[in-house]
DNA sequence: AGGTTGACAAAGG
DNA sequence: GCCTTTGCCAACC
């Protein structure tokens, strides 16, 4: 019994963005491989997250290791901040460091 | 009911 | 290392 399957797929989705641990980042496909679909809905679903849901959505990014949102914009700027007040590192191409901040699941 | 879109990923050129 | 193509699956129009 992994997650609540009963659920819908968005809420599995938000289910497993929850697990990811503060500190830490992970990747849209391993979201993905985690509640069984494909990346691309799991990025829907990111964009379908309320402020009010209790979603770390911001710790979700892209498999280059960087904010999937354009650079000088307003949710970029927002979940770059957030992830520095959790301790996230970034490089000087803005990227983060998922050797290092990479979570590695339920492993 | 059907076509398009999407905060993506991996492989190929 | 960058751009293009393919796969992918659910939501949206």
Do not use: T
């Amino acid at each position: 019994m992994k997650f609540s399957e009963k659920k819908n797929l968005y809420d599995r989705i938000f289910e497993a963005v929850r697990l990811i641990p503060a500190g830490s980042v992970a990747i849209y496909g391993q979201i993905a491989h985690l509640v069984g679909c494909s990346p691309r809905v799991v990025g829907y679903a990111m964009h379908s997250v309320s402020a009010e849901d209790d979603v770390p959505w911001q710790r979700v990014i892209n498999s280059k290791g960087k904010i999937s949102f354009p650079e000088g914009s307003e949710g970029y700027d927002e979940q770059k901040a957030i992830l520095k007040a959790e301790g996230i590192v970034f490089d000087e191409m803005r990227k983060i460091d998922l050797k290092k901040f990479g979570w590695e699941g339920l492993l």
